[in-house]
């Protein structure tokens, strides 16, 4: 993780393995515009200066999680497809672990991945849309959302080494899978999947989007 995202790693002590879990619990159950350091602090039995010496602000909690979440989902990216050898076949598990529901993986006790998935679907594009993101840009706080979207593309170029758009249309991948399931469940009359809420569909949909892309690259 970029150590420009914290001021003391949390990952190294107790009460910042707390912080991550239970911001993330918060943040799910009220929004990250209802959530504050005041309201983690009493939840944790901590106090709000304790919580500052670890981030600066809610805002950079907040993108030290979806950092967190990037690392880790590229981490499974790279473990359901190191055996696959057709690019094809590749590319729709890559489509199906961004578009289904993330399981928690019990070895991270202080990450619930299930609901911090939930986060990123709800929240995460508040990590960048900010009037700082050039200045967070330099400090390379995003960089393993660029990574997944670089291995992704890679992908994308083994399946049609002349598309002209490899990176443009990883990061669509990744937000269209996002956005369709936030529709589907809030916003039903904004897709064709709001009526059966089946990730299933949102899959073959994505499906279609990328093949389709690519075969006319």
């Not at 890679?154 to 002349?162: G, R, T």
Request: glycine letters at 4%.
């Amino acid at each position: 993780m970029n150590e420009k995202l914290f001021l003391r790693d949390p990952e190294q002590s107790e009460l910042g393995k707390k912080i991550i879990l239970h911001s993330t619990q918060l943040i799910h159950k009220n929004g990250f515009e209802a959530f504050t350091f005041k309201k983690l602090a009493d939840d944790i039995g901590s106090t709000e200066a304790g919580i500052y010496r670890y981030f600066e602000n809610k805002h950079r909690l907040l993108i030290y999680l979806t950092a967190w979440y990037w690392n880790w989902l590229q981490y499974q990216v790279s473990f359901h497809t190191n055996n696959i050898k057709d690019p094809v076949v590749k590319l729709k598990m890559v489509i199906k672990l961004l578009a289904t529901t993330v399981e928690d993986d019990l070895s991270t006790r202080h990450v619930d991945e299930s609901i911090l998935h939930q986060i990123i679907i709800t929240e995460g594009s508040k990590a960048y849309l900010t009037k700082r993101v050039s200045e967070d840009n330099k400090d390379r706080l995003f960089k393993p959302y660029k990574d997944l979207c670089a291995v992704i593309g890679n992908m994308i170029l083994e399946c049609s080494p002349n598309y002209l758009y490899p990176k443009s249309l990883a990061s669509t991948i990744i937000e269209m899978a996002h956005f369709q399931n936030f529709f589907m469940n809030n916003l039903p009359s904004l897709t064709d999947f709001g009526e059966n809420k089946d990730e299933a569909e949102i899959v073959l949909f994505l499906e279609d989007l990328v093949f389709s892309s690519i075969k006319k690259g």
